[in-house]
Nanobody, 121 residues
Framework: HVQLVESGGGLVQPGGSLRLSCVAS????????MRWYRQAPGKQRDLVAS???????TYADSVKGRFTISRDNAKNTVYLQMNILKPEDTADYYC???????????????WGQGTQVTVSS
């Protein structure tokens, strides 16, 4: 059984920073893409950033230059460093990953439970 667990959310003032973490646990053989999504109240869930096993990263236009996604493959962990936060960044942030379980030969997509980020003065 594979689980993704996020942490690091909270309340921060505009212009501040937060660092989100997501740890994948379970019987894991390898992880391909790891992603962060966010969902604001009443809105759809949107892709914020992705990082592939190669290290290639992609970002939504709204966060380019402010957010940085990284990963520690030895720890099966993905991070999202969020700087110069704005009120419009307020949302639930979800970790997502393509995981190959031990003994399998295909990747399965998993979601974390989410962590709340509120940007407000």
């Amino acid at each position: 059984h594979v689980q993704l667990v996020e942490s690091g959310g909270g309340l921060v003032q505009p212009g501040g920073s937060l660092r989100l973490s997501c740890v994948a646990s379970g019987s894991i053989s390898s992880i391909n893409a790891m992603r962060w999504y966010r969902q604001a109240p009443g809105k759809q869930r949107d892709l914020v950033a992705s990082i592939f096993a190669s290290g290639t990263t992609t970002y939504a236009d709204s966060v380019k230059g402010r957010f940085t996604i990284s990963r520690d493959n030895a720890k099966n962990t993905v991070y999202l460093q969020m700087n110069i936060l704005k009120p419009e960044d307020t949302a639930d942030y979800y970790c997502n990953a393509d995981v190959m379980k031990a003994g399998n030969y295909h990747y399965t997509n998993y979601w974390g439970q989410g962590t709340q980020v509120t940007v407000s003065s």
